[in-house]
């Protein structure tokens, strides 16, 4: 199949914002995890070679035999490197260390910037959702999740800040857009962390709303620490204490991204 074709089956989404800790890794397990819980087939794909996401979801990083970066140098079909996450209810294709060397490896290959998208377009058809944790840059690894998915997460938290670091993902989203993916669009931006007691985070919040309306997600995922305790135990935190005020608002967020996409 030709990089060029839309892809079938499967919504994609990333969850993307090149600014380090601010929720990336936390939203996209919780947010499978949520999507697995109300019937839909989700594949994560984590993208960072931290391999936080993969962890997150009990699988052990360091024993996978095939992860993204086999994928992305071609030398795997996502088919054979895909595992399952029996605890989370949906499938995962990992990453570890070895991530970091593809960036270099990719340089010499043609059209580099489309390998994610050939390859995920090969499994679409088996999932509702595809999820792709992205790392905190704006480099060719997260280029690879823009130019294949139809959407953008952006967790962020209410912070001074925060909307600094937002235009330079926005231009770069409508670079993709422009040049290389025209599905590409902001789903919507994510409050995370979020404290009603603290007032800049209020005063954030509004100003967010003021600029982008309807692309701010009416969920609001609060500060709380059971989402911070669950990797530990190799678990999002909506497997782990569905109970948590944390986990409750990831649920809702899932089903707020399930009516989004449906007006889409
Ligand atoms: P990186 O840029 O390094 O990939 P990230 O954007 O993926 O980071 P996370 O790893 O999801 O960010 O979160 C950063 C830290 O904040 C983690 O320790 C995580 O457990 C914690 N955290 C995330 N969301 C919440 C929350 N809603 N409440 C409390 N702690 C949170
Ligand atoms: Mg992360």
């Known amino acids: 199949m030709s990089a060029a074709q ?23 397990v919780n947010l499978a995890a949520g999507l697995a819980k109300v019937g839909q087939r989700v594949l994560m794909i984590d993208l960072d070679p931290q391999g936080n996401a993969t962890m997150g979801c ?14 992305l140098l071609e030398s795997a079909s996502i088919m054979e ?41 090969a499994v679409s058809s088996d999932y509702d959702f595809i999820l792709i944790d992205c790392p905190p840059s704006l480099s060719m690894l997260t280029l ?14 209410c912070e001074y800040f925060a909307l600094e670091g937002l235009t330079d993902l926005v231009n770069t989203i409508k670079q993709v857009h422009a040049n290389m993916n025209k599905d590409l669009q902001i789903i919507g931006l994510l409050r995370v962390m979020f404290d009603p007691r603290i007032t800049l985070q209020q005063q954030v919040s509004d100003q967010l709303k003021a600029h982008f309306g309807d692309k701010v997600f009416n969920t609001v995922i609060p500060r709380n620490v ?35 996409i449906a007006k889409l």
């Open 58 to 71: 009990g699988i052990d990083k360091r024993k996978l035999a095939l992860t993204v970066y086999d994928v």
């Open 226 to 260: 059971r989402l911070a305790e669950a990797p530990s135990y190799g678990l999002p935190g909506v497997v782990f204490d569905p109970a948590a005020r944390g986990s409750i608002a990831y649920v809702d967020f899932a089903q707020e991204m399930v009516e989004r």
């Open 81 to 121: 490197a895909r595992v399952r996450s029996e605890k989370c209810g949906f499938d995962v294709l990992g990453a570890n260390r070895e991530l970091a060397g593809a960036e270099v490896e990719l340089v010499e290959v043609e059209r580099r910037d489309q390998r994610l998208k050939l390859a995920v377009s």
């Open 6 to 28: 839309p892809l079938r089956g499967a919504r994609v989404f990333c969850v993307a914002n090149q600014k380090g800790g601010v929720g990336k890794t936390t939203t996209t």
């Open 144 to 157: 690879n999740g823009l130019c294949c998915a139809h959407g953008v997460i952006v967790p962020m938290q």
